[in-house]
Nanobody
Framework: QVQLAESGGGLVQAGDSLRLSCAAS????????IGWFRQAPGKERVFVAA????????YYADSVRGRFTVSRDNANDTVYLQMNSLKSEDTAVYYC??????????????????WGQGTQVTVSS
């Protein structure tokens, strides 16, 4: 089992920045992909960004590319999502998820095996 715990959410104004953290514990894999997803009220969960743990490859949704950056700290088993130039439409619960035994990044939520509990990000305009 892999346990994931997100932190760093909060209430900010449009144009501000936030950094989310996703701490992994339990069984860890050398070849794993960590993805970030978000879910706004009444909407489906959608892909935001992902990073491959070993190679550091990244991929972003078009809506956040150029504003968000995903990175990893292998020594501390933590993945970060740096969010800059936040917009009101970024308001959502943000989840990190792990996809084990692969280097392939997926944008589909059902490809991920483990999920955190989520952290709320609210951007006021």
């Amino acid at each position: 089992q892999v346990q994931l715990a997100e932190s760093g959410g909060g209430l900010v104004q449009a144009g501000d920045s936030l950094r989310l953290s996703c701490a992994a514990s339990g069984r860890t894999f050398s070849n794993v992909v960590i993805g970030w997803f978000r879910q706004a009220p009444g909407k489906e969960r959608v892909f935001v960004a992902a990073i491959s743990w070993s190679g550091g490859r990244t991929y972003y949704a078009d809506s956040v590319r150029g504003r968000f950056t995903v990175s990893r700290d292998n020594a501390n088993d933590t993945v970060y999502l740096q969010m800059n130039s936040l917009k009101s439409e970024d308001t959502a619960v943000y989840y990190c998820a792990a996809r084990g035994s692969t280097w392939a990044i997926s944008v589909r939520a059902y490809d991920y095996d483990y999920w955190g509990q989520g952290t709320q990000v609210t951007v006021s305009s």
